[in-house]
């Protein structure tokens, strides 16, 4: 399980399979590490996290997820061996919510990875006055659904069009 420490510092995290990863902000020297986590995942797990096929990341989308300003958007990437294996990002909506996603390679998926950077991007949001986490979710996705059900205080769900909206609130 991942330790209260501040959101720059690098956080040990035991996976349920004794595995050891390190958690830690994204960075700009991330770009090379996040395009070759990506292209390691799933079809599945891509479609999950992007409703649809996405086999690369544009340019584009490389600047924008690995260049945050700790305020507004945060992310943070989980690494074993100097290779992402997760990652879990917020985008402030507002003063008091913001949605935010996750994705997990598929080997890590199931350790407990989900949960260590759940907890820790709530607690980064809590301090910044954040109180609320909405995401949008395949319905198909229960191990994302569980996460927020485990985590939130009240959580909120609304299929429409094949999308579940969650809402959850993370107290204060």
Do not use: W
């Not at 584009?60 to 990437?77: G, I, N, P, S, W």
């Not at 985590?151 to 809402?167: A, L, M, P, Q, W």
Request: include cysteine.
């Amino acid at each position: 399980m991942v330790t209260s420490q501040s959101r720059f510092e690098q956080i040990p995290c035991t996976l349920r399979d004794g595995r050891k990863v390190t958690i830690r902000p994204i960075s700009r020297s991330d770009a090379d590490r996040l395009v070759a986590f990506h292209e390691s995942l799933s079809d599945r797990t891509i479609y999950q996290r992007f409703f649809a096929a996405h086999p690369h990341l544009t340019e584009k989308e490389v600047e924008r997820f690995t260049q945050v300003d700790h305020d507004l958007r945060e992310a943070y990437v989980a690494v074993l061996n100097d290779e992402i294996v997760a990652v879990g990002r917020l985008e402030r909506i507002d003063d008091a919510s913001a949605e935010v996603a996750f994705v997990i390679r598929d080997e890590f998926q199931n350790q407990g990875l989900g949960s260590a950077l759940f907890s820790l991007l709530a607690e980064t949001a809590r301090k910044q006055g954040v109180y609320k986490f909405v995401a949008e979710v395949l319905p198909q996705n229960r191990a994302m659904i569980r996460l927020f059900e485990v985590f939130g205080e009240s959580v909120k769900k609304d299929t429409e069009d094949g999308v579940t909206h969650i809402e959850v609130s993370l107290g204060r």
